[in-house]
């Protein structure tokens, strides 16, 4: 005999997973916060230090807190109200990813007001190196933060039979 499955989106599997398990989802929405604050604090612990500013903007949230924050972890467009993120300094990207050399040119009529009293219309920025820290320690916290959440399921599951 051939089993059959259905492909069911997230907001059916979820439909169907509340009327069986109502805590179900208010569990994984705890679980969902923990991870994503974990993944903030291993993120910090590996990126790098120059004066600390750009360390301690690094910190995990639900999305729903800061609509108008860009993420750097799941961060896209959701209809989930309990799904989370890693926040950090607009910048993370270049950090990240590092940049290539270039000339920074001023504006028109303007001049770019280098250290000290020089001045000039145009500058060669050596570019940064990549300093690789979120989506590595993300990649190797993914199955963890899986584990976590399933748990979590799991858990009100089985509170739910009354095992």
């Not at 805590?23 to 230090?49: C, M, Y």
């Not at 890693?86 to 009529?109: D, L, N, Q």
């Not at 190196?129 to 799991?154: D, G, L, S």
Request: aromatic share 6%; no cysteine.
């Amino acid at each position: 005999m051939a089993i059959k499955a259905k492909m069911l989106g997230r907001g059916a599997v979820m439909r169907k997973l509340n009327q069986l398990v109502p805590e179900a989802e208010k569990q994984l929405a705890e679980a969902q916060l923990e991870a994503a604050k974990e993944l903030a604090g291993d993120i910090a612990a590996r990126a790098p230090v120059e004066t600390g500013e750009y360390k301690a903007s690094i910190e995990g949230a639900r999305l729903a807190d800061r609509p108008a924050s860009n993420a750097v972890v799941g961060g896209s467009a959701t209809k989930d109200k309990n799904a989370t993120g890693v926040f950090a300094a607009w910048y993370w990207r270049f950090v990240e990813f590092g940049t290539s050399p270039h000339k920074i040119k001023a504006k028109p009529g303007k001049m770019l007001h280098l250290h000290g009293n020089v001045f000039a219309s145009e500058v060669d920025h050596p570019g940064a190196r990549a300093q690789p820290h979120i989506f590595p320690t993300f990649r190797a916290a993914r199955p963890r933060i899986r584990r976590k959440m399933a748990n979590a399921v799991n858990k009100a599951t089985r509170k739910v039979m009354g095992k």
